[in-house]
């Protein structure tokens, strides 16, 4: 059988997994990405995304390829989206099509009633996806698959969830070869996860609501053996290798594992790597490993300094003193710092910004980035939004469609009403550039609220594309790397066509 898979991200973790075990099952799979330049999580440009949209080229690719299955997996930023090409897909070409992912996961019910999907895969979809393509390779499709919703004969097929994958180190090493041939335009970096999940359950992400479905049991890791054997290998046959990225949402919880996983990375591997960790998991134990193992960036979220509102609406239980050891110990040890913040949060005004901005005076990162508080289906902080009227049912009945949820651009509105107003954009501007300025010429632009004067039409997110250009920390070097390498790739192909074209 031939599968089509089809990301917006050029590496995709989730679908490597999905490949190699249809792989290993006999089965032909390939990748289609869709760069979506001038319409990620950085930059929207409607009219240059209009130009270089690739939609039309996967659509061929699609035909010439005459896959038996076409598969998505798509965050809830992402499903407009993949519902869009789904749809574009569905009046060319007669496929079945299978959507995945976090918003799929998260409300099965609402993503099997679109028409340009047929089947809605929930939770772990490599056993899944392997036996319901074996079954269309013997003429039938098996509608009772456990993690798998059908439509047949305009009813709706509602299969339980099964058991999680206990044993992490039982699946075949993500399919990169795959990846390469889909995106061959870069390789200087790789990505990797040692983990399934996330040992914590922040109310407003979208993990939370998997820890509950799961009972506290959707946190897995791997061996160190099988980690550093799939890194073995990509070492072997990516001469071009620079650096690692781990993707885990909490990288080094396991102050056992880490350690062992240090020794053997650093006598086998000794490739610089980047990770995410939770600030109480940034001990002295732990970055003395991750500097012997070769780490340079470690990103982690402080979300906000007020604890009330960190600890009993965020759910996040970490003091303001271990962040700031956080933040001082990769300092001390010459680890970078790359710090997550949240405001536009209920409650938020201002001058909470303004307070981070003063702490940030005193401990000072590498990079420091914001986000508006975002709400997802079924979390924790939307149903809690909704019970306290601070969003209406319609705009929670939007969320659960994922019509809310925008690319994480600043000028997006959030659902908290809260106005993104010249005050706000100018104290925002200065948090894009503290980054670049002394600690004490920030605390002085603070305290003689000198931000006023900031021009406020600038667009923040140019302006954090100019910041990783003139910063050269590994975070910047990573953004940049990836970011150029696929808007020069494809920009190159269209222009190159369109130059063709016209001499035709």
């Known amino acids: 059988m031939k599968i089509a898979f089809i ?228 070492k072997k046959d990516n001469k071009k290798l620079k650096r690692i990225i781990f993707m885990d949402n909490c990288f080094g919880s396991n102050i056992n594992w880490l350690k062992e996983f240090s020794k053997e990375y650093s006598r086998k591997i000794g490739i610089n790597f980047i990770c995410m960790m939770y600030p109480s998991h940034i001990t002295p134990d732990s970055v003395k490993h991750l500097k012997l193992a070769g780490c340079k960036s470690i990103s982690f979220g402080i979300q906000t300094w007020d604890t009330t509102i960190r600890e009993n609406l965020l759910n996040r239980k970490v003091s303001n003193e271990t962040m700031i050891d956080a933040i001082e110990l990769c300092k001390k040890i010459k680890i970078e710092t790359v710090i997550d913040n949240i405001f536009a949060y209920p409650g938020y005004d201002d001058e909470d910004l303004i307070e981070s901005l003063l702490t940030y005076t005193r401990h000072k990162p590498t990079r420091n980035n914001f986000h508006r508080l975002q709400f997802y289906p079924k979390t924790v902080i939307s149903q809690k939004a909704l ?27 959030a659902t908290t009403k809260q106005k993104n107003d010249r005050k706000s954009k100018k104290i925002q501007i200065l948090f894009i550039f503290m980054d670049l300025l002394p600690r004490k010429l920030t605390y002085y632009i603070i305290k003689n609220k000198l931000y006023r004067y900031f021009p406020s039409f600038l667009n923040l997110s140019v302006l954090s594309i100019f910041r990783a250009f003139v910063t050269f920390n590994q975070e910047s070097l990573w953004f940049l790397s990836i970011n150029l390498m696929r808007y020069f790739h494809f920009m190159k192909i269209r222009l190159m066509g369109r130059k063709a074209n016209t001499e035709i």
């Open 7 to 234: 990301s917006d991200w050029d590496q995709d973790i989730g679908l490597q997994y999905l490949t190699a075990v249809l792989k290993q099952g006999g089965h032909e799979v390939k990748i289609l990405a869709d760069p979506r330049l001038f319409d990620d999580l950085y930059i929207s440009i409607r009219t240059l995304h209009k130009y270089f949209d690739f939609k039309n080229e996967i659509i061929n690719e699609i035909k010439s390829y005459k896959p038996d299955l076409v598969g998505f997996s798509a965050t809830t930023n992402s499903y407009h989206w993949a519902c869009e090409l789904a749809e574009s897909i569905k009046k060319n070409i007669n496929v079945p099509i299978i959507i995945g992912g976090t918003h799929s996961t998260l409300v099965p019910e609402r993503v099997i009633k679109n028409a340009c999907f047929d089947m809605v895969c929930i939770g772990e979809g490599e056993y899944p996806l392997l036996e319901l393509v074996n079954s269309m390779a013997e003429g039938r499709i098996d509608f009772s698959i456990k993690n798998i919703w059908f439509k047949n004969d305009g009813q709706i097929i509602k299969n339980d969830l099964r058991q999680l994958i206990e044993n992490l180190d039982s699946l075949p090493l993500p399919d990169k070869d795959v990846f390469y041939q889909s995106c061959a335009y870069y390789s200087g970096s790789y990505y990797a996860m040692t983990t399934r999940g996330c040992p914590n359950s922040c109310s407003y992400c979208g993990i939370s609501y998997l820890n509950k479905i799961y009972e506290n049991k959707y946190f897995r890791q791997r061996s160190v053996d099988t980690v550093i054997h799939e890194l073995e290998e990509i």
């Open 387 to 413: 019970a306290n009227n601070w969003i209406t049912p319609e705009e929670y009945e939007n969320i659960l469609e994922g019509k809310e949820i925008g690319a994480l651009r600043y000028e997006h509105n």
